[in-house]
């Protein structure tokens, strides 16, 4: 028989697996998304418009449409199959499933595509007279990007970058469709054995992880309100 604390433990291993899901999404995809960025607003006009393309077809397609075609289409396409973890950790092992790769490596590029707007609209906001100031001043380019722009970007996006957070968040879920053991995979399971509530428990979950986060990015925001901007 089913009980409270083992349909609170399952549920807690799938919140394990969004965990792990939202933190590398964003480890990864925010670097991503600024080399991105950069590609998008280059002088060399082919790797501009090949990247915009790119940026494009990945923000008008949706998520779970992506997660299918970087986990079915290489292996019909290539016979390729993502590899399977034998670290010898076992808990390790089984949050790293194949699965769990090859939604994080969607998740990764799809989000890159939407940060790399939102650093790319934060760039070009900064008029040309700071750096134009900064080389005056005998700065070089790297020294008026790190010292001058970058930290007033950072403040002009948070709030857009944001909602992307959030957002993710939820999107964990999509995880889902090819089986990865997350929140809502671990929730539809006991849905299907005539529980109810533990849908209603796992909305508790994502709740509280969004509260958290939403103080967390508040918090960052206070502390660059010294750019008046």
Same mark, same amino acid.
């Given at each position: 028989?089913?009980? /409270?604390?083992?349909?609170? &433990?399952?549920?807690?291993?799938?919140?394990?697996?969004? %965990?792990?899901?939202? /933190?590398?999404?964003? %480890? /990864?995809?925010?670097?991503?998304?600024?080399?991105?960025?950069?590609?998008?607003?280059?002088?060399?006009?082919?790797?501009? +418009?090949?990247? #915009?393309?790119?940026?494009?077809?990945?923000?008008?397609?949706? &998520?779970?449409?992506?997660? /299918?075609?970087?986990?079915?289409?290489?292996?019909?396409?290539?016979?390729?199959?993502?590899?399977?973890?034998?670290?010898?950790?076992?808990?390790?092992?089984?949050?790293?499933?194949?699965?769990?790769?090859? =939604?994080?490596?969607?998740? +990764?590029?799809?989000?890159? =595509?939407?940060?790399?707007?939102?650093?790319?609209?934060?760039?070009?906001?900064?008029?040309?007279?700071?750096?134009? =100031?900064?080389?005056? %001043?005998?700065?070089?380019?790297?020294? +008026?990007?790190?010292?001058?722009?970058?930290?007033?970007? *950072?403040?002009?996006? *948070?709030?857009?970058?944001?909602?992307?957070? +959030?957002?993710?968040?939820?999107?964990?879920?999509?995880?889902?469709?090819?089986?990865?053991?997350?929140?809502?995979?671990? =929730?539809?399971? &006991?849905?299907?054995?005539?529980?109810?509530?533990?849908?209603?428990?796992?909305?508790?979950?994502?709740?509280?992880?969004?509260?958290?986060?939403?103080?967390?990015?508040?918090?960052?925001?206070? #502390?660059?309100?010294?750019?008046?901007?």
């Amino acid at each position: 028989m089913t009980t /409270f604390g083992s349909i609170t &433990l399952n549920l807690l291993n799938g919140f394990t697996s969004s %965990l792990v899901l939202f /933190f590398l999404t964003l %480890l /990864f995809a925010l670097p991503l998304g600024l080399m991105m960025a950069f590609c998008s607003m280059s002088k060399f006009k082919p790797l501009s +418009i090949l990247m #915009k393309i790119i940026v494009w077809v990945l923000r008008g397609t949706p &998520l779970m449409l992506q997660i /299918f075609v970087i986990f079915y289409v290489p292996g019909i396409l290539f016979g390729f199959t993502w590899p399977i973890m034998h670290t010898g950790w076992e808990w390790f092992d089984t949050v790293f499933s194949t699965r769990l790769i090859a =939604a994080l490596v969607a998740f +990764i590029i799809n989000y890159a =595509a939407y940060f790399s707007e939102i650093y790319r609209g934060g760039i070009q906001s900064i008029s040309k007279g700071q750096y134009e =100031a900064g080389h005056v %001043l005998g700065m070089t380019k790297r020294d +008026i990007f790190f010292k001058v722009i970058l930290l007033q970007v *950072i403040k002009r996006i *948070i709030p857009p970058m944001s909602n992307e957070v +959030i957002t993710l968040v939820k999107d964990t879920s999509l995880a889902n469709v090819i089986a990865v053991t997350e929140l809502m995979y671990e =929730a539809h399971l &006991l849905l299907t054995k005539g529980l109810i509530w533990p849908i209603f428990y796992a909305g508790v979950f994502y709740l509280v992880f969004n509260g958290v986060v939403t103080v967390g990015l508040g918090y960052l925001e206070k #502390k660059l309100d010294y750019f008046k901007v």
